[in-house]
């Protein structure tokens, strides 16, 4: 049983470029939520997806970030004209239904704006 | 805004001894409250958890203590190794949010010599 898969791992995008994050969440499991991780900060919980709806964005920027979760395919956070305070690392969790609490991380995507 | 308080930021404990660390939290609306572990380049794994109504839970060399009229909880690892060299992160899950948007401590980096 693969777990959450995050592509690419690493990602270097110059200022202004598009950055888009990839996560496959694990088989069977329709929830997916996006954290940032800053140097030395905790983990900063960003978005909460289920297939086709965002259920909760309260810690979404309000400009350039946005997420999806098709029906079919990976979930994407895109950020567009990414500066340099956007590097950081991001990952992906999945959960396979709203009562279960445990949510499983995928290995993140390391972006680097320079 | 609901935060949880993780500290120390480091710790450097000998090979054998026992490494604790310390998250407070200041509103009571959570109810969940795991401990993850995050090796250099790895995301984040569930280490352990515990819930409100217990005041201690232990699997294995990993202790939960939760202090609920004190809003702290603490995690010990008994008998320390150097593979638990880590980054130690306290979480909180609040009542009533959909899904499973915990909110996250800075993190402990636990080096354990031998």
């Known amino acids: 049983n693969a777990g959450v898969m995050q592509n690419p791992r690493h990602l270097v995008r110059r200022r202004g470029q598009e950055a888009r994050l990839r996560c496959s969440p694990m088989?069977?499991?329709?929830?997916v939520y996006w954290y940032r991780q800053l140097p030395e900060e905790g983990l900063k919980f960003m978005v909460y997806l289920q297939k086709e709806n965002i259920i909760d964005e309260s810690g979404m920027p309000k400009e350039r970030f946005s997420a999806e979760f098709p029906k079919e395919g990976p979930s994407i956070l895109r950020i567009q004209q990414v500066v340099r305070g956007d590097s950081a690392a991001y990952f992906c969790a999945s959960s396979p239904d709203i009562l279960n609490t445990e949510a499983f991380f995928g290995q993140g995507t390391r972006l680097t704006v320079v | 805004q609901q935060q949880v308080k993780q500290s120390p930021q480091s710790l450097i404990v000998q090979k054998g001894g026992i490494s604790i660390i310390n998250c407070a939290y200041e509103n009571t609306a959570f109810d969940y409250f795991p401990w993850y572990q995050q090796f250099p380049g790895k995301g984040p794994a569930l280490l352990i958890a515990?819930?409100?109504?217990?005041s201690e839970k232990k699997e294995g060399r990993f202790t939960i203590s939760f202090n609920k009229s004190a809003k702290q909880f603490s995690l010990h690892i008994m008998d320390s190794q150097p593979g638990d060299s880590a980054t130690y992160f306290c979480a909180a899950r609040p009542i009533n949010q959909a899904g499973t948007a915990l909110i996250f401590g800075k993190g402990t980096t636990l080096s354990v010599s031998s």
């Open positions: 088989k069977g499991h329709s929830h």
């Open positions: 515990i819930r409100p109504d217990v």
